[in-house]
């Protein structure tokens, strides 16, 4: 199946979706729904590579914290990110690495900067048909 | 939202009756028209917040009330220690302390119609705004310390401001029982360069005339007259606000149950104010309010540098600095019993009436300053306190306009370009490094803030005393 992102709508704030036929696909595709609310993904070169670790004990947390892991990196190094492997095992350990590079004002026209991944509309489920949603609300 | 759900107990206060897990009832003040603008997740979220352990009186909504996080953003809520009360990092939302302060400038609009170029572009180059931007001095590990110790008084004793400021700001400039120990050295790391930085998103800076004084003795108390120029910047404690929000809502939603907690919303998590999570958060959230304090002290140093060299000789003393998103400990009485709660303001201002205790001798007679942003296109209002025995939601009011459009749908109806062009044409400067987040922030995006002042002055909340317009306006 298709693997995409999405945004779906939330009063002051941004939902971000991410679809794909594993759990690490959707989450993948997540994070770049997640720099699509403050640039376009295609704007981003993937010139420089970040380690991202975490783990959590339920999928649903596991979403907020890569997020919330993705979030941080981009905020302390001034960075946006548009390409990620993740791979999760068993235990919900999550590893992972993000291109990306430091942000550019001029050429990605930034609109906002992403306070943290919340757990308002917050679901990560395995259809019947089988692919994977990771969906939550970030707080802008 | 149905206003059938709600008994109307006058023409601005509607009362959600307690049902279900309730412990109290929830209270919205607003207009008829605002109440049945608002989502039914506001009804939904005042009702939750309304079940937590120890809450007191009623949860309240502002008139600017829209669906949050757990608690409704324009939410107040109160609980008491001694009856099991609870402390909510989704009470207070990721932005520790956000805020609004307005300078004086001592300018009148004719003073710098012609230069108002001049000043947006200087404003723009002096106060970092935006995704990426860092500050020009970097903490390291004492100094981050001692700067969530101090708050802006941490900010003045490094020669950022006056003295004098210290005393037009919320709990003096410094919020007592503040622990940077509690602070994560994550947190401490994000906002390491972020010092003096305006951030992105509803953030802005604005010189703004004063369009209309509506109270001439409180316009005269608070020192506005019309034609007037002050200067309004509203931003929060940055990256480690967000980071403690962060990190203590994983934590609460995980640890809920082993407190007994039963969250009707697993975003309402919260743990007992008198357990280690609660009082950890209290300390960490406590430097949060210093960082913000700090951030927007060092933001009006660098304000009144532009200022004095554009206008030698100008000083921008403080009006006020205000905090809305908060939970501070305060005194007020319940069924006649005065009692030390725990205040959540979430998206809403407090607004202590005359002769309120806890409020600088300035205000004493006269009651707060209360300062609600609007947006780059329509205005912003300052009120005072109202209180005394007809104190409402525990002494708050609202905080802004509230966004009636969501981003995505701004992004598709307006161009960043041809909004700076039409406020230009109607002589308000914008600067900003997005054109995409001047789309974003479109004037019509958000409520009318006009609509939401005046429910709060009808509902008794504060009272209504002058009209600011923007004249610039730099947004991250």
């Given at each position: 199946?298709?693997?995409?992102?999405?945004?779906?709508?939330?009063?002051?704030?941004?939902?971000?979706?991410?679809?794909?036929?594993?759990?690490?696909?959707?989450?993948?595709?997540?994070?770049?729904?997640?720099?699509?609310?403050?640039?376009?993904?295609?704007?981003?070169?993937?010139?420089?590579?970040?380690?991202?670790?975490?783990?959590?004990?339920?999928?649903?947390?596991?979403?907020?914290?890569?997020?919330?892991?993705?979030?941080?990196?981009?905020?302390?190094?001034?960075?946006?990110?548009?390409?990620?492997?993740?791979?999760?095992?068993?235990?919900?350990?999550?590893?992972?690495?993000?291109?990306?590079?430091?942000?550019?004002?001029?050429?990605?026209?930034?609109?906002?900067?992403?306070?943290?991944?919340?757990?308002?509309?917050?679901?990560?489920?395995?259809?019947?048909?089988?692919?994977?949603?990771?969906?939550?609300?970030?707080?802008? | 939202?149905?206003?059938?759900?709600?008994?109307?107990?006058?023409?601005?206060?509607?009362?959600?009756?307690?049902?279900?897990?309730?412990?109290?009832?929830?209270?919205?003040?607003?207009?008829?028209?605002?109440?049945?603008?608002?989502?039914?997740?506001?009804?939904?979220?005042?009702?939750?917040?309304?079940?937590?352990?120890?809450?007191?009186?009623?949860?309240?909504?502002?008139?600017?009330?829209?669906?949050?996080?757990g608690f409704p953003i324009g939410g107040v809520a109160a609980f008491d220690p001694d009856r099991g009360g609870v402390i909510s990092a989704g009470g207070v939302g990721f932005d520790i302390s956000c805020g609004v302060r307005t300078l004086y400038?001592?300018?009148?609009?004719?003073?710098?119609?012609?230069?108002?170029?001049?000043?947006?572009?200087?404003?723009?180059?002096?106060?970092?705004?935006?995704?990426?931007?860092?500050?020009?001095?970097?903490?390291?590990?004492?100094?981050?310390?001692?700067?969530?110790?101090?708050?802006?008084?941490?900010?003045?004793?490094?020669?950022?401001?006056?003295?004098?400021?210290?005393?037009?700001?919320?709990?003096?400039?410094?919020?007592?029982?503040?622990?940077?120990?509690?602070?994560?050295?994550?947190?401490?790391?994000?906002?390491?360069?972020?010092?003096?930085?305006?951030?992105?998103?509803?953030?802005?800076?604005?010189?703004?005339?004063?369009?209309?004084?509506?109270?001439?003795?409180?316009?005269?108390?608070?020192?506005?007259?019309?034609?007037?120029?002050?200067?309004?910047?509203?931003?929060?404690?940055?990256?480690?606000?967000?980071?403690?929000?962060?990190?203590?809502?994983?934590?609460?939603?995980?640890?809920?149950?082993?407190?007994?907690?039963?969250?009707?919303?697993?975003?309402?998590?919260?743990?007992?104010?008198?357990?280690?999570?609660?009082?950890?958060?209290?300390?960490?959230?406590?430097?949060?309010?210093?960082?913000?304090?700090?951030?927007?002290?060092?933001?009006?140093?660098?304000?009144?540098?532009?200022?004095?060299?554009?206008?030698?000789?100008?000083?921008?003393?403080?009006?006020?600095?205000?905090?809305?998103?908060?939970?501070?400990?305060?005194?007020?009485?319940?069924?006649?019993?005065?009692?030390?709660?725990?205040?959540?303001?979430?998206?809403?201002?407090?607004?202590?009436?005359?002769?309120?205790?806890?409020?600088?001798?300035?205000?004493?007679?006269?009651?707060?300053?209360?300062?609600?942003?609007?947006?780059?296109?329509?205005?912003?209002?300052?009120?005072?306190?109202?209180?005394?025995?007809?104190?409402?939601?525990?002494?708050?009011?609202?905080?802004?306009?509230?966004?009636?459009?969501?981003?995505?749908?701004?992004?598709?109806?307006?161009?960043?370009?041809?909004?700076?062009?039409?406020?230009?044409?109607?002589?308000?400067?914008?600067?900003?490094?997005?054109?995409?987040?001047?789309?974003?922030?479109?004037?019509?995006?958000?409520?009318?803030?006009?609509?939401?002042?005046?429910?709060?002055?009808?509902?008794?909340?504060?009272?209504?005393?002058?009209?600011?317009?923007?004249?610039?306006?730099?947004?991250?």
């Amino acid at each position: 199946m298709e693997s995409r992102w999405e945004h779906f709508e939330h009063g002051a704030d941004i939902g971000v979706r991410g679809t794909g036929p594993t759990l690490a696909a959707a989450f993948q595709q997540a994070a770049l729904a997640l720099t699509a609310v403050v640039t376009d993904p295609a704007l981003v070169r993937p010139e420089t590579s970040v380690p991202i670790a975490c783990e959590a004990p339920t999928d649903d947390i596991l979403f907020v914290d890569w997020l919330n892991a993705l979030v941080y990196e981009m905020a302390t190094r001034r960075m946006l990110f548009a390409r990620f492997t993740v791979a999760i095992d068993a235990n919900r350990h999550l590893q992972a690495t993000a291109w990306g590079e430091r942000v550019d004002p001029r050429r990605h026209e930034p609109a906002v900067e992403v306070k943290g991944a919340t757990q308002t509309a917050l679901r990560v489920v395995q259809d019947a048909a089988g692919p994977w949603t990771a969906e939550c609300v970030v707080d802008v | 939202m149905d206003l059938s759900l709600l008994s109307r107990r006058s023409d601005h206060e509607w009362v959600i009756e307690p049902h279900g897990r309730m412990r109290v009832p929830g209270i919205l003040y607003a207009s008829e028209a605002l109440v049945a603008d608002m989502d039914h997740k506001v009804y939904e979220q005042v009702a939750n917040v309304a079940m937590l352990p120890g809450i007191e009186g009623a949860s309240y909504a502002m008139p600017d009330a829209h669906w949050g996080y757990g608690f409704p953003i324009g939410g107040v809520a109160a609980f008491d220690p001694d009856r099991g009360g609870v402390i909510s990092a989704g009470g207070v939302g990721f932005d520790i302390s956000c805020g609004v302060r307005t300078l004086y400038t001592g300018l009148k609009l004719r003073d710098i119609e012609t230069r108002k170029v001049d000043v947006a572009n200087a404003l723009a180059r002096a106060v970092p705004a935006g995704v990426g931007s860092e500050g020009q001095i970097s903490l390291d590990d004492v100094e981050m310390d001692a700067m969530l110790s101090g708050g802006a008084r941490w900010a003045v004793e490094r020669g950022y401001g006056t003295v004098a400021d210290l005393e037009r700001i919320e709990e003096h400039g410094c919020m007592a029982g503040a622990e940077p120990a509690e602070v994560s050295p994550q947190a401490k790391r994000r906002q390491r360069d972020e010092m003096g930085t305006l951030g992105s998103g509803n953030h802005y800076l604005e010189v703004q005339r004063v369009a209309a004084v509506f109270d001439r003795a409180i316009g005269e108390a608070f020192q506005l007259r019309e034609g007037d120029l002050v200067v309004t910047i509203h931003c929060g404690s940055r990256g480690l606000g967000h980071q403690i929000g962060t990190e203590f809502l994983r934590r609460m939603a995980i640890e809920a149950a082993s407190h007994g907690i039963e969250l009707p919303d697993r975003e309402l998590a919260c743990a007992p104010i008198r357990s280690e999570l609660g009082r950890a958060y209290l300390g960490a959230m406590r430097a949060g309010i210093n960082c913000a304090l700090a951030n927007r002290q060092i933001i009006t140093a660098l304000v009144r540098d532009v200022f004095a060299k554009l206008f030698p000789g100008s000083a921008l003393p403080l009006l006020y600095d205000v905090s809305h998103n908060t939970c501070k400990l305060e005194r007020h009485v319940v069924d006649g019993e005065e009692k030390r709660l725990f205040v959540h303001r979430k998206g809403a201002t407090r607004a202590f009436g005359p002769g309120h205790p806890e409020l600088p001798a300035v205000w004493k007679d006269v009651g707060q300053p209360v300062l609600i942003g609007g947006t780059m296109g329509t205005a912003s209002y300052v009120l005072a306190g109202t209180g005394g025995k007809g104190e409402r939601a525990f002494g708050s009011a609202c905080h802004g306009a509230g966004r009636s459009m969501s981003r995505s749908e701004a992004l598709r109806r307006f161009k960043g370009r041809q909004i700076a062009d039409d406020l230009a044409d109607r002589g308000i400067i914008i600067r900003s490094p997005s054109s995409r987040g001047i789309a974003e922030e479109a004037p019509a995006a958000y409520k009318d803030v006009t609509r939401v002042v005046d429910a709060a002055d009808a509902a008794g909340l504060s009272r209504k005393v002058a009209r600011l317009e923007p004249v610039v306006c730099i947004k991250g």
